[in-house]
Nanobody, 114 residues
Framework: QVQLVESGGGLVQAGGSLRLSCAAS???????????MGWYRQAPGKQRELVAT???????RYADSVKGRFTISRDNAKKMVILQMNSLKFEDIGVYYC?????WGRGTQVAVSS
């Protein structure tokens, strides 16, 4: 069974940066490499929304609200996906979740102070 563990969240001032990591286990290296992955977030009182995705071939897609500020990447050898978040805004707050197929991590909290 695939397990995903997110890390790297925290409190940062507006304009600052955070680097989120998601480590996958319970999946072979080959299977991991063949699957796309995504980052989602859920702000207080709101539905979970897509932040960014990356395909097995490395193609990326971003929510309009984070384009130009966030970068998703993957390290297949380590079975990890990274979300580099720059120029953070108050509206970026929430719990950030990693997704692979139908599996989800528990999330990591991101807070931004003005």
């Amino acid at each position: 069974q695939v397990q995903l563990v997110e890390s790297g969240g925290g409190l940062v001032q507006a304009g600052g940066s955070l680097r989120l990591s998601c480590a996958a286990s319970g999946i072979s290296l080959v299977d991991f490499t063949l699957n796309g992955m995504g980052w989602y977030r859920q702000a207080p009182g709101k539905q979970r929304e897509l932040v960014a995705t990356i395909t097995s071939g490395g193609s990326t897609r971003y929510a309009d609200s984070v384009k130009g500020r966030f970068t998703i990447s993957r390290d297949n050898a380590k079975k990890m996906v990274i979300l580099q978040m720059n120029s953070l805004k108050f509206e970026d707050i929430g719990v950030y979740y990693c997704n692979l197929r139908k599996s989800w991590g528990r999330g990591t909290q991101v807070a931004v102070s003005s």
